[in-house]
């Protein structure tokens, strides 16, 4: 290690001051974003009162929130430090422990940057429509940017500080999987919270008192609202920063292989990270080509932001490949990524957008009652896997077959050729990562314009001004779906990789499914995907019923609330989404946690890769279904809402929402969850791979 660790330290002279040096920048720059959004008007003094009712919710949520992980946090690390042993390395345990804490107070750290900037952003882009549109789409996606640039430089700075501190990347895995382990509670919880509201405001609101979507008088609907930050918000940005943590450790960790293997630059193994870095620097150029004109398209401005971020990423990955790994071959893998990234793009946007055919069947099903339209929306999901899992498997295939020539596709490769296909698919994985920041920016916005859209209507804005915040809502509905297509996609790149280091780390050739302890592994992996499903969609059912109730019980109770004479008690819904998340979300997580690590101990080393093999393959498809039946079902609701079909009130509105209801839990909560999941897997095991191999040996 000591002869690796003075390789690299030859070559830190470029790459390592140009990461921190980045990364402080965009941090820099983000700030200086947070002094423009709060330096933006914040509106009337109603939309004030709404907007601090939404940031105490959302604060107190977090709060609550992170003091729990932090208690589970560490005695996970206590129990790394004690049970990870090394017989060449007597501090592996500490040093686990050590990135794990680190990992996990990062992501948290990602969270609550992402909360604390979109509950003042939401208020000052409704304030803003008042002014026209440009305007307004500037703050709310500006507000994303902040998080965006944030998550993308703490990542960097925390990988690239480990690889200094102990110069072997390998060290660093137990970073990613605190950050996997502490995004699995934040996505998790958050979707509780803010499922279980929107649920029960959509019920009791829209279905049976007949009131719109956002309407004040509903004791739900701030609860939602808050939901939509600590959930979409929050929630999201701790899963990227997984995402980007997870696939830079795992392209390092199989650098590190080329490097002692086969003696290559350490070039090899800091490329990840500075390429990220210039991600930081194409977002930044990005963002300012966001902009809209008078009754222009806001999600049209958005693309044009988003073109513009891949081709400057696109531009960095020619030059970076030929200076640091004189390889033309990894720039054309890298650019499958960056293509896969654009087909999953418009994939989810021709199974979820409301413009679409698949949408509008779901929405002319609805005509004929909830069952029809249900079964349609499922249907749409099972369907929209198959473009999904072409895409992301000719990815793989074709960057693997750059790096390591047809011989190596054909299965007859050298060894070195193998390591560098599989190499060349983490380059790929970069690809399609090195949008993030711009991808972060877009997810955010589409939160901070439903939380603006639902100021507005609770302010008594004019109608002329709530048409602007009805289109920048409708834009970001399209870029929340767009993003989850996103995340899945990028789960399965990450997963391939990490399960790649995986067999590297535990000194396996292959994963053997004749073996029977083997083969009932995957068996397991593909039960903990369901078996986590079933627990989150439950979660949000037992909340939603209780706070059903509740609203009834408001709307009965209330002397003059339905009239509008009197005001509901908002904070027991919130109180009821807050409880229920954290004692929710517990059980879910700790069992993913704790499975890979009995079956590793009881069944060996072999058996935990067919456990991430199947689990893997069983989430991507499972999320894939889950977040495009949801989007769908959304949407539908959304076309017959705009006027389509009856429009609102109708009885094909009337199922839509009912099917709306059944796939906000899919869409929110169970399937970006199961993201973190695919990628806990993959950083759990490789954790603790040396301990499974120490096991071995024992016994």
Sequence with gaps: MREIWLVASLEFDFSMPFVFGVSGLALVFAAGLVLWILRQDAGTQRMREISDAIQTGAEAYLNRQYRTISVIAIAFAIILALVIRDPTNSWLGVQTAGGFLLGAVCSNLAGYVAMYISVRSNVRTASAVLSGLDRALKIAFRGGMVFGLAVVSMSLVGISALYLLFGDPRLSVGFGFGASFAALFAQLGGGIYTKAADMSADLVGKVEAGIPEDDPRNPAVVADLVGDNVGDIAGRGADLFESITGENIGAMILGYGLVVGLGFSNSW??????????????????????????????????????????????????????????????????????????????????????????????????????????????????????????????AILISYGLGGGVQALAGHGTPAQVQMGIYATAIATMGMLSVTPMILAMDGFGPITDNAGGIVEMSGIPEEARAISDKMDAAGNTTKALTKGYGVASAALSAFLLFSAFLEVAALKGVDLAKPEVFVGGFVGAMLIFVFSALAVRAVGRTSAEMIKEVRRQFHEIPGLIQGSAKPDYSKCIDISTKSALKNMIAPSLLIVIAPVVVGLVLGSEAVGALLMIGTVAGVLVALFMNNAGAALDNAKK??????LGGKGSAAHAAAVIGDTLGDPLKDTAGPSLHVVVKLLNTITLSMAPLFILYALLG
């Design 269 to 394: 193994i800091v490329f990840p990270v500075v390429v990220r870095g210039f991600g930081l620097i194409a977002a930044i150029v990005g963002m300012f080509f966001v902009y809209a004109r008078k009754n222009s398209d806001p999600f049209m401005a958005l693309t044009r932001g988003l073109v513009v971020t891949a081709v400057i990423a696109a531009a960095a990955f020619y030059f970076l490949t030929d200076y640091m790994l004189n390889s033309p071959s990894m720039f054309y893998a890298a650019l499958v990524g960056i293509v896969a990234a654009v087909l999953v793009a418009f994939i989810t946007n021709y199974y979820t957008s409301y413009t679409k055919r698949s949408v509008q069947e779901v929405a002319r099903a609805a005509e004929s009652g909830p069952a029809p339209g249900i079964a349609t929306g499922l249907s749409v999901g099972m369907e929209s896997s198959g473009l999904f899992i072409l895409v992301i498997g000719g």
């Design 639 to 644: 076309f017959i809402e705009a006027g389509n």
